[in-house]
């Protein structure tokens, strides 16, 4: 079985910062695409940033966010800066198996910006 844990979320003003991690129980970390996508109430689902070997991100948070992983530690990261209340939403860590395109979530963690 495959466990997906997101920690880090929290309470913050605008203009502040918070660190997620997603663990994941898995292994051969490197063969999984890490995602972090967000969702806020009313609204689809959407990408915030995505690492394999490389990393893209949304247009809302390019130049504010950062993703990054240790394989060693099987985790990754979304470093968030400059937090907007239009951040708030909760965040989901996805893994996705690219040899046999299986993916897990994990159960998400709130982020709520204050204004």
């Known amino acids: 079985q495959v466990q997906v844990v997101e920690s880090g979320g929290g309470l913050v003003q605008a203009g502040g910062s918070l660190r997620l991690s997603c663990a994941a129980s898995?292994?051969?970390?490197?063969?999984?695409?890490v995602g972090w996508y967000r969702q806020a109430p009313g609204k689809q689902r959407e990408l915030v940033a995505a690492?394999?070997?490389?990393?893209v991100y949304a247009d809302s948070v390019k130049g504010r966010f950062t993703i990054s992983r240790d394989n060693g530690k099987k985790t990754a990261y979304l470093q968030m800066n400059s937090l907007k209340p239009e951040d708030t939403a909760v965040y989901y860590c996805?893994?996705?198996?690219?040899?046999?395109?299986?993916?897990?979530w994990g159960q998400g963690t709130q982020v709520t910006v204050s204004s």
């Open positions: 898995i292994s051969a970390f490197t063969m999984y695409t």
């Open positions: 690492i394999s070997g490389t990393t």
């Open positions: 996805n893994i996705f198996h690219r040899p046999t395109y299986k993916d897990y």
